[in-house]
């Protein structure tokens, strides 16, 4: 099996590490809901015994010590972890190409960039080499990925799945979550990872019936109020993506749904209070990877586009600018949250695009790091919220995929995988 993963992944890179010893099976129960099931899991979650990168030379010699939550839940269930997956650097990235790895190259649309920053978990779904991935979601890196190449890819509601043995990117922004061919498979997987954890401060303790996502699904779109916002299509950059949301939102509606208009009149400042949020998170969480404990000094050996959020964040967090960005970033994303809140007041969920445009081809160019953030406009809202949202794929446009985006109030997870999963059987 790992032959065959290893010769077909030499022409995608969607794997930094395979299993090909065998460590991860180390208390796998030998049955399980994820018997059957091969996966793959992002290389900034830790897997006992594997290497545990995040995908950056700074932890090139870094081994995990322990398994993550979700990978000992994968294994009282008997998945089989074949492998660590490739991934933008520390997450930071948009497109999978900043891994000191290499590039992971997009299954669906080859020579294009596959989306990130769970590039490789969403890949490796798409090209056939596993069942079920799990990736991080701290502004739509399981969303995005997943839209560029076909699959299905799902962000819980924050605190639903714990992220314990997870590399942080941005602490309240971060979220555990599975990617999958189907629908069904997505909430399988939901069904193993969800639960309380009280080893991580953020995990919500709740009842059982929030547990059981497959079992409930259901695909009935019958008087069922979808909002869309006219914003979406102001932003969407490709005419043949706002082709296609279009026709989805017809066949939402073909199936019975009600499609409302809803405004979200502050999108537009979405992407900078989502990334002023995030520089500032993402340098106090590297502070620990001073050369001391963890191989090498990050800020001798990353990327540009890790270095460029270290540096940032470094500048925002100072006293003297702090009230000038970070704190007014804080106050932008409360209003955002309360706009994104009454939009869901008058509707059950928000349907609308992933991304606004196709990915680029791998190698471009792109001197403006703003150029590359603008994939995030749409999945940002979801974190910044901590809503659940995830994306099915809705069409192509010239043979590139791309998806439907479903975002839901918080703990109405199942509602949003209903929605998806209907959608899938249009």
Partial sequence: ??????????????????????????????????????????????????????????????????????????????????????????????????????????????GRIPGGSSSGSAAAVAAGLVDLSIGSDTGGSIRNPASHCGVVGFKPSYGLVSRYGLLDLAMSLDQIGPIARDVKSVALLLDVLAGYDIKEETSLDLEKKYYDYSGKLDTSLRDVRLGYAKEFDLMIQDKGIRKIIHKSLDKLSSAGAQIVDVELPNLKIALPTYYLNVYVEFFSATRKYDGRRYGFKIEDVCGPEVLRRIQLGSYISQKEYSGRYYRKALKARSVLRRELMSALDDVELLVGPTVPKLPHRLGTKIDDPMVMYAYDIFTVLANLAGIPAGTVPAGRVDSIPTGLQVMGKPLEDQKVLNVMAGFEQC
């Fill in 1 to 110: 099996m790992l032959k065959e993963i290893e010769e077909e992944d030499s022409k995608i890179n969607s794997f930094i590490v395979l299993d090909k010893e065998g460590i991860a099976q180390k208390n796998k129960a030998k049955g399980g809901r994820l018997s059957n099931y091969k996966l793959g899991v992002k290389s900034n979650i830790s897997v006992d015994g594997l290497p545990i990168t995040a995908a950056s030379k700074t932890l090139e010699t870094h081994i995990g010590s322990y398994d993550a939550f979700v990978v000992e839940k994968i294994k009282k269930e008997g998945g089989t972890i074949v492998g660590l997956t490739n991934m933008d650097e520390f997450a930071c990235g948009s497109s999978g190409e900043t891994s000191f790895y290499g590039a992971t190259n997009n299954p669906a649309a080859r």
